[in-house]
């Protein structure tokens, strides 16, 4: 079935070790999203790209980097884990984003502990 | 992106009908109403969105007033297995669309036995 694949599901890293998240899809879709959701929180949009064109949030801290080697895959990098950076980040990816029904299927996430 | 309203947490006895709703009073004849759902521990999952009409698909219904201030999402037989959180979410169509959801806070539907 085509999907939206995160590894590893739960990842525990100390203070400062940078660490990265991964996500791949099979479904081809030209869009990918990174999700930051804090316990009890809704999810927050961090970035996503549209192919390879990156786009950031406004509010998203210069601690969270990404990167989208190809179609299938796509990275988070958070550089210098703090303890606020304990969270579910979850990856969603879209067929496109421009205009409407394109609905974003969400990966089942990757639960960061930060020791 | 208009704002959305949504009751904190509702109950539904299993079998019957649960029915959710959403104030969107702000919403922008260009912005389209989407329903999302996240059972506890896994990703969000999409259920149906609408711009104007009334739609329905294999999950839900999905009822927009006609001044489109409000919709409710209709799930019309809950299970236990619909017991989530429920995000009501208004984004805007067409060219300018960033693909963004921004979501609240949502229904935490509880369906009982």
């Known amino acids: 079935d085509a999907m939206v694949i995160q590894n590893p599901r739960y990842q525990v890293t100390q203070f400062g070790k940078p660490v990265t998240l991964s996500c791949s899809q099979t479904?081809?879709?030209?869009?990918m999203y990174w999700y930051q959701q804090k316990s009890s929180q809704a999810p927050k949009l961090l970035f996503h790209?549209?192919?390879?064109?990156?786009?950031n949030e406004a509010d998203t801290p210069d601690n969270f980097q990404s990167r989208r080697p190809n179609t299938s895959f796509c990275f988070l990098d958070i550089r210098s884990p703090g303890l606020g950076d304990a969270a579910m980040y979850l990856c969603?990816?879209?067929?496109?984003?421009?205009?409407?029904?394109?609905?974003?299927?969400f990966g089942p996430g990757t639960r960061l502990t930060v020791l | 992106d208009a704002k959305t309203t949504q009751p904190t947490s509702m109950d539904c006895a299993e079998g019957r009908a649960a029915n959710l709703p959403c104030n969107h009073s702000?919403?922008?004849?260009?912005?389209?109403v989407y329903w999302y759902r996240q059972i506890h521990s896994q990703g969000p999952q999409y259920i149906i969105h609408?711009?104007?009409n009334n739609e329905t698909n294999e999950m839900a219904s999905l009822i927009i007033t006609e001044d489109r201030k409000s919709s409710t999402l209709i799930l019309p037989h809950a299970t236990l297995r619909d017991t989530a959180v429920y995000y009501c979410?208004?984004?805007?169509?067409?060219?300018?669309?960033?693909?963004?959801?921004?979501f609240g806070q949502g229904t935490t539907l509880q369906v009982k036995p």
């Open positions: 969603a990816t879209s067929r496109d984003h421009r205009g409407s029904g394109y609905e974003q299927f």
């Open positions: 479904l081809n879709h030209n869009v």
């Open positions: 790209y549209y192919d390879k064109d990156f786009n």
């Open positions: 702000t919403i922008s004849g260009n912005e389209y």
């Open positions: 609408g711009l104007k």
């Open positions: 979410i208004v984004r805007v169509g067409g060219s300018s669309n960033t693909g963004k959801l921004i």
